[in-house]
């Protein structure tokens, strides 16, 4: 498994950016899946946003499609997700998460051995 934390949560006024990174430690990053997910105060953890390793395809939730993009840079083992245009329902603590089961469908937390602690995103309007 790898260890991931992580970073770039804050609070923004509504139609603002925002990067989260997550950086992670352990062996075969590249090889991992990687996904976003968030929670919202009384609500489940949703999916946002993964990408592939092998093939690379990138996935999001409808929610989110257009503006929020997700990459990967296996050189410095750090994943991002780029949230433009964010709006008040964004507001949530996201999650980074990796997988090495990669039969899995990589839009549901199950799929997931490996969390980040979550990092607090807060959209005014």
């Known amino acids: 498994q790898v260890q991931l934390v992580e970073s770039g949560g804050g609070l923004v006024q509504a139609g603002g950016s925002l990067r989260l990174s997550c950086a992670a430690s352990g062996r075969a990053f590249s090889t991992y899946n990687l996904g976003w997910f968030r929670q919202a105060p009384g609500k489940g953890r949703e999916f946002v946003a993964a990408v592939t390793w092998s093939p690379f395809n990138t996935y999001y939730a409808d929610s989110v499609k257009g503006r929020f993009t997700i990459s990967r840079d296996n050189a410095k083992n750090t994943g991002y997700l780029q949230m433009n245009s964010l709006k008040p329902e964004d507001t949530a603590v996201y999650y980074c998460?990796?997988?090495?089961?990669?039969?899995?469908?990589?839009?549901?937390?199950?799929?997931?051995?490996?969390w980040g602690q979550g990092t607090q995103v807060t959209v005014s309007s």
């Open positions: 998460a990796a997988t090495g089961l990669w039969s899995m469908d990589v839009r549901t937390t199950s799929a997931y051995p490996s």
